[in-house]
């Protein structure tokens, strides 16, 4: 990645609406920007540049005046009738001189055009003073008897249409991104509708019920193609489940009846390993029906407490085991979950744990994102490079050669046939969580459920 482009995504908003929304708004705030600069650097100027020659010419017509007119009365009727037509006060101060302290530093665009125009129209010594007051541009014109003072109204140098400008500007963009935002949030809660139902999906809350493809033609199609998908995932796991299950169903009848005969027989070393066989195959159909009803949700996920579902695991095993097994963490955890599926999970990953184990410590920690359900031994453990292994299906590490440091771990699971673990993934992953193997500070194994909120 260029250094250009990871500083554009830490710019760049992440969301779609905000990415929307920049595409919609930095076309808009260019416009806006040429427009005033475009205003500003020609209508502006042009206006500005006219009126203020205006306001010189009839400055510099009325110095002529005062050059026919030196003095008396006819000069002060003079001054006032320009007044009245131009808009513009004169004061005229006899014998009064310019105080000899050169031009001012001219800051303003206003002040460097009307100084232009007076260059370009009076050709006489002059203040200009367009920043103290307001209402009024000042100007004192040396002649040669005295200074003419001059105030000239702003309204007459300046435009009122700049103003108006930059606002109706502002306005219309204003009011074409509240329509923008309004248009693109409608068009995102569709999406977040899909994202919202598509998350339940995952997570094993299957409820669509108050779901219907809205939005645009596209974001239809996508909602159409999710639905569709969910019953092509519904139908194939239901295909699944349902074959798993009626072949255990119906390996049922035949065990119950090898058991009736074996039962039937005389006491014999013979009948004892057979009795032995017929057990064996007994728990490996109860797992291969665990293992289709966990892969079959077939109950919906409730609202519950999962500290009390975890507080009936833990008593339940300590009833059937003598391993030290202690109970730590929060006291109360609400959350959506497939109440017996979780216990089966959790049941699964405990009575491993107190097989290989002489002490297990079980804690429940919330989050605001999720809950972890910790699962800590003093058992021989799983090294690392077989924890992928022990989740397969059918994967017993007993198979493995056994090694000092490995020992036997959780070796087959709970039904003997290696699908303790693999039922413990499906149901945590069937909740949109998942189930980790780490270390354990107790020298074992530490299995993480780990389970959104």
Sequence with gaps: MTPVDRILRTI????????????????????LGLS?????????????????????????????????????????????LIQVYTDIRFDFRPGEILPNTGRRTVNTLLERMMTSALDSRVYRPFVLDAVSDENWVIIDVQLQDGVLGVKVPRKRVTSATTYIFIMWLIGISL????????????????????????????????????????????????????????????????????????????????????????????????????????????????GYLAFARGEGAEEPAVLADLAQLVQQVVFRARGLSDARIDLKGADHAMVLVRTQAFRRCLG????????????????????????????????????????????????RLDDVEPTAEAGT??????????????????????????????????????VVLDLPV
């Design 12 to 31: 760049l908003p992440r969301s779609l609406y905000g990415r929307s929304f920049l595409m919609i708004v930095a076309p808009l705030v260019v416009l």
């Design 36 to 80: 005033t600069y475009l205003f500003y650097n020609r209508h502006w100027d042009n206006v500005t540049r006219h009126m203020t020659l205006a306001v010189a010419g009839d400055i510099a017509l009325t110095v002529e005046v005062l050059r026919n007119y030196p003095e008396g009365e006819e000069r002060d009727r003079l001054l006032r």
């Design 175 to 286: 009011t074409l991104m509240i329509v923008a935002m309004i248009f693109l949030r409608n068009q995102m809660r569709s999406l977040r509708r899909l994202a919202s139902a598509a998350d339940n999906l995952g997570k094993g809350r299957d409820d669509l019920a108050g779901f219907k493809p809205s939005g645009a033609t596209e974001v239809r199609q996508v909602a159409h193609a999710f639905i569709r998908m969910r019953d092509r995932i519904h139908r194939q796991v239901n295909q699944r489940t349902e074959m798993l299950a009626g072949v255990s169903h119906d390996l049922r009848t035949p065990l119950t009846r090898m058991k009736l005969q074996l039962a039937l027989m005389p006491p014999s070393p013979d009948v004892a390993e057979l009795e032995a066989d017929v057990e064996e195959m007994t728990r490996m159909v109860e």
């Design 348 to 395: 699964n990953v405990i009575d491993n744990a107190i097989r290989h184990a002489d002490r297990v410590e079980v804690t429940i920690l919330p989050g605001r994102q999720s809950i972890q359900v910790l699962i800590d031994d003093d058992g021989p453990g799983i090294p690392a490079d077989l924890r992928v292994e022990a989740f397969r299906p059918f994967r």
């Design 409 to 446: 771990g959780l070796a087959s699971g709970i039904t003997g046939v290696g699908l303790g673990l693999a039922i413990a993934r499906d149901v945590m992953r069937g909740h949109g969580g998942d189930i980790r193997l780490e270390d354990s500070p107790l020298g074992g194994l530490r």
